[in-house]
């Protein structure tokens, strides 16, 4: 299957159910809309299911994995290592997404879709946790040339694309969740961020992993520097990416499109996951019915990109961690709202008067 292919045969979601679903919402036992965003959410979750009655049974995070050659342009507070012991750390079990993910039941698929990373030398390697499946060792350094060629970008999707698709099918999903690793990466999702959604590049960028004021401007000059020298198409996803991206950017945008196509909602994280999500949304705009914002980061840029895709973050708790961890935190009111719209008695049901109103 190659990509345009996948991208035609996304489709709207159920808009007639969305209408039924919004008159059941009427008429549950509360006042009306009483539950706010989660009533929204009850009736955006009919509509991708396609059912008055959605069930969420088995829920999956992916992580996807991979190094910048920007991070030679000192624009974060961590050493490019850490991508890869990060990695090790979540196929250990011990990183935040992990201990999430198993408070959620939530299936945990980590992929190294282009890291520095030689996995034949890390010894007791559980290798079931892990995929590894390379475009190449980490992107090109932007400021000097394209992150990566074209083909490049169309396979970090793709790659992305089969690794959900695949375990959609094997594990029964029917809810996922994007996560992201590569150190660097939030320069990346700027990047993206202010290109796609014609921001100042000093609106879309923030702190990242905690750098300094100084390091700030930095990264801030060296994100127009890549802007400018490149000129990436905003209406073109494959242009953006290739150019100022990265892989696991690339991938993410792959598992949002993954989601789409098997007509499941899509849990989007922070500030990265979101660049990927515009990435996807400008692949095809249909993409943004089945994305939920799981929540608003303390990331600069990340409200800019989420008003861009008309998105509401579910909880807003200032966190910048990634990983996944918002999206994931967010799993439960929307399994919630599932349970709402389902199991939650009609006026006319449980015989309880009406307002008068």
């Not at 088995?58 to 992580?63: D, L, R, S």
């Amino acid at each position: 299957m190659e990509l345009k292919d996948i991208v035609y045969n996304i489709t709207p979601i159920n808009d007639d159910v969305l209408e039924k679903a919004k008159e059941k919402t009427s008429r549950l036992i509360m006042p009306y809309r009483a539950l706010g965003y989660v009533n929204d959410i009850s009736e955006k979750l009919c509509a991708i299911y396609s059912t008055l009655e959605p069930k969420i049974e088995n829920k999956g995070i992916f992580v996807m994995a991979a190094d910048h050659g920007v991070a030679e342009e000192n624009v974060s507070a961590y050493p490019q290592e850490v991508t890869c012991e990060m990695i090790k750390a979540f196929i250990e079990g011990v990183a935040t997404i992990n201990a999430l993910a198993r408070l959620n039941n939530c299936f945990t698929i980590v992929a190294d879709v282009g890291s520095l990373c030689d996995w034949k030398n890390i010894s007791n390697l559980q290798k079931s946790t892990l995929i590894v499946n390379k475009v190449k060792n980490g992107t090109n350094n932007f400021t000097k040339q394209y992150a990566m060629t074209r083909k490049e970008a169309i396979q970090s999707i793709m790659i992305g694309f089969d690794i959900a698709n695949k375990y959609i099918h094997s594990e029964k999903l029917n809810l996922i969740a994007t996560g992201d690793m590569g150190i660097s990466n939030t320069t990346a999702a700027s990047a993206i961020g202010a290109c796609i959604t014609k921001n100042e590049v000093e609106l879309m960028t923030g702190q990242g992993t905690l750098i300094t004021d100084e390091m700030l401007k930095n990264k801030v000059l060296i994100i127009k520097k890549a802007i400018n020298l490149h000129k990436p198409d905003p209406d073109d996803a494959i242009d953006v990416l290739s150019k100022i991206g990265g892989f696991e950017i690339g991938a993410i945008a792959g598992v949002i499109l993954a989601a789409c196509y098997n007509k499941i909602p899509v849990v989007i994280d922070g500030l990265i996951s979101t660049s990927a999500a515009l990435l996807a949304y400008k692949l095809n705009p249909v993409t943004k019915q089945y994305m939920f914002a799981g929540h608003l980061s303390k990331e600069k840029g990340h409200n800019l990109m989420l008003s861009y895709l008309d998105l509401k973050p579910i909880l807003q708790l200032d966190m910048r961690l990634g990983e996944g961890s918002g999206a994931v935190l967010s799993m439960p009111i929307i399994e919630a709202a599932a349970k709402i719209i389902t199991e939650v008695a009609t006026f006319e049901q449980a015989q309880v008067s009406k307002s008068n109103l």
